[in-house]
């Protein structure tokens, strides 16, 4: 799909669709919660396929999605990136943005982050008729019987879940991202707000960039995220777009920064950018590429 190809999303889909015609590839079982959200479904539905195990469909769509990497990025020099390693360690980014793929997987209070909190409290008019989570047994086959066994799913930490759906006036909050294969997803930050284009003068924030079907740079983007004056030309291009203001896109929070005020040089923080640029993958033992 390209927004100047002509054709609507779901021509494009139609004429990829194996099977046209049909209602739908899938049949959905009711989880016993329904028509009640839980912390593990928030239509209370699983798809099935009549015949097969209960859970083969998610299963399969799970293990699918665990084979997906974005592709190899090119390799700064590697001075570069150890310069750039070493900037994201004394910035102290691995305080969130640790282990393997550089995620702690915390969600973290939308007021800590600073972000626009509008999506961090999506959820929140839900907490009232919330149900407790209950899953089929998955040796069963599907579809179940109306008394089919049922087993509890434990909570481990559910003020992380009252957290991230904005319950208990919590506020919400949003999920500590992991850092892999940034040259390919921006805009950055939870509310795509981070945006500067080739042209950093002449293209800041989503209007100039991602609403007016330019990509994003993402060096440029970076360089925004992480440096306080940078930033300041996507927050306020942002404001002044009444399209960016109605979606609630600000490019606001996540005030950490590598950048002259926090004592950092402009090659400092361009080595951290060219870091950043690099991560394409988890890597067990040490953190980045």
């Known amino acids: 799909f390209h927004p100047r190809d002509g054709r609507k999303p779901s021509e494009i889909l139609w004429t990829a669709d194996p099977t046209q015609g049909s209602p739908g590839v899938l049949r959905l079982a009711v989880l016993p919660s329904f028509p009640a959200a839980t912390y593990l479904t928030t239509n209370s539905l699983v798809m099935i396929r009549p015949g097969e195990p209960i859970y083969r469909l998610s299963d399969g769509?799970?293990?699918?999605?665990?084979?997906?990497?974005?592709?190899?990025p090119p390799l700064p020099p590697p001075a570069v990136l150890e310069r750039g390693r070493a900037v994201f360690d004394r910035a102290g980014c691995l305080a969130c943005h640790s282990g393997p793929a550089l995620a702690s997987n915390r969600v973290w209070p939308a007021s800590v982050?600073?972000?626009?909190?509008?999506?961090a409290r999506a959820f929140q008019r839900m907490a009232a008729g919330i149900g407790r989570p209950q899953?089929?047994?998955?040796?069963?086959?599907?579809?179940?019987a109306v008394d089919a066994p049922l087993l509890p799913v434990p909570i481990p930490d559910e003020g992380q879940l009252k957290l991230a759906w904005g319950h208990n006036r919590t506020g919400g909050g949003y999920k500590v991202m992991h850092l892999q294969g940034l040259r390919w997803s921006a805009p950055y930050l939870h509310d795509g707000g981070v945006a500067i284009g080739p042209d950093p003068e002449r293209r800041p924030g989503v209007a100039a960039t991602s609403l007016a079907g330019i990509a994003p740079d993402p060096a440029n983007s970076l360089r925004a995220l992480v440096d306080r004056t940078w930033r300041a030309r996507a927050v306020a291009a942002n404001a002044d777009s009444a399209a960016a203001r109605l979606a609630r896109v600000t490019g606001e929070g996540h005030a950490y920064w590598a950048d002259g005020e926090a004592g950092f040089s402009e090659e400092d923080r361009d080595a951290l950018v060219a870091f950043l640029l690099a991560v394409d993958r988890p890597r067990p033992g040490r953190a980045g590429p």
Do not use: H, K, M, Y
Not at 61 to 72: I, K, V, Y
Not at 113 to 119: D, K, V
Not at 135 to 144: G, K, S, T
């Open 135 to 144: 899953l089929f047994r998955p040796d069963l086959v599907a579809p179940p």
């Open 113 to 119: 982050i600073g972000s626009e909190p509008t999506r």
């Open 61 to 72: 769509l799970s293990a699918f999605q665990n084979t997906l990497r974005p592709p190899a």
